[in-house]
């Protein structure tokens, strides 16, 4: 009877041993999957939260409930590492006009390109916040440099250089435009003006967009006097709804803007 009983006892080995091996096997991979699924997870929070959150040497870049950029002991350093300035203390805080004011060359645009993050510093922090979440971060913040691009192609093209504007943006261009007094060619021909006319180009592909942050660094540059009153009206307009920063020694152009804050650099 033992005999029988280890032959019983043999058999049932023999046939559950298998089907434990396999459980177990398939625990192992539901492990694996679990960790990969977890690790795919992760990732994923990682890039949202990367999404609404820039962060550069010691600039920092997120959606807030307003819009907001705050030099806090901030080291300005020039393109090719010279110091410009330390100890740099401003705070522009919601929507409206800000004024950059200083001689040339004493690091008005410098300063604008530090919260492009074109220029970076070692030193102080730089926190801007943006309240509009439809686009892209770095969407939300738009540059009039004074050394902006122009082609030998279309005013269309020019229009549209390196934006890929929407319809609605591309018609806001040609408005903005009209109220600049822009003289008009045929759209097909090459674009051939003035130091003027090319400037309203710039400044109608940047206002045209619905950005949190807008930054014109000496936007009356090449402009006729008469084109200051309708670039001043532009940018008030602009203003309801965003936080713009100028950055201008054309104290006649300045004299148009309602100012919320003004830094003498």
Same mark, same amino acid.
């Given at each position: ?41 992760? #990732? ?56 950059? #004011? ?27 916040? @943006? ?14 440099? #004074?050394?902006?691009? @122009? ?17 609605? =943006?591309?018609? =806001? ?9 822009? @003289? ?5 021909? @090459? ?7 090319? #400037? ?32 001043? =009206? ?32």
């Amino acid at each position: 009877s033992a005999l029988l009983l280890l032959s019983y006892a043999f058999i049932f080995l023999l046939r559950v041993v298998p089907s434990m091996s396999r459980i177990l096997s398939f625990f192992v991979i539901l492990k694996q999957h679990q960790i990969l699924a977890y690790n795919i997870a992760n #990732q994923f929070y990682s890039l949202t939260k990367l999404s609404s959150r820039i962060t550069d040497s010691n600039r920092v870049i997120s959606f807030t409930s307003m819009n907001r950029i705050r030099f806090q002991d901030y080291q300005l350093i020039s393109p090719s590492g010279e110091l410009i300035k330390k100890n740099i203390n401003v705070d522009f805080v919601g929507n409206g006009i800000n004024l950059i #004011q200083g001689k040339n060359g004493s690091g008005k645009s410098t300063l604008l390109k530090s919260i492009t993050g074109q220029v970076l510093s070692n030193s102080g922090s730089l926190v801007i916040n @943006v309240m509009n979440q439809s686009k892209n971060l770095e969407d939300r913040i738009q540059f009039l440099s #004074q050394h902006s691009g @122009v082609s030998s192609k279309t005013l269309n093209s020019n229009i549209d250089l390196g934006s890929n504007l929407s319809q609605l =943006e591309s018609d =806001e261009a040609y408005k903005i435009l009209s109220k600049l007094n822009y @003289v008009f060619l045929n759209a097909q021909k @090459v674009l051939k003006g003035s130091g003027g006319e090319i #400037q309203k180009v710039f400044i109608s592909r940047i206002l045209c967009k619905n950005a949190d942050i807008f930054l014109l660094d000496e936007p009356t540059n090449h402009l006729d006097k008469k084109s200051h009153k309708e670039l001043a =009206e532009i940018i008030i307009d602009k203003s309801r709804h965003s936080l713009i920063l100028v950055a201008s020694h054309d104290d006649q152009f300045i004299s148009l803007l309602p100012i919320n804050t003004s830094y003498l650099i």
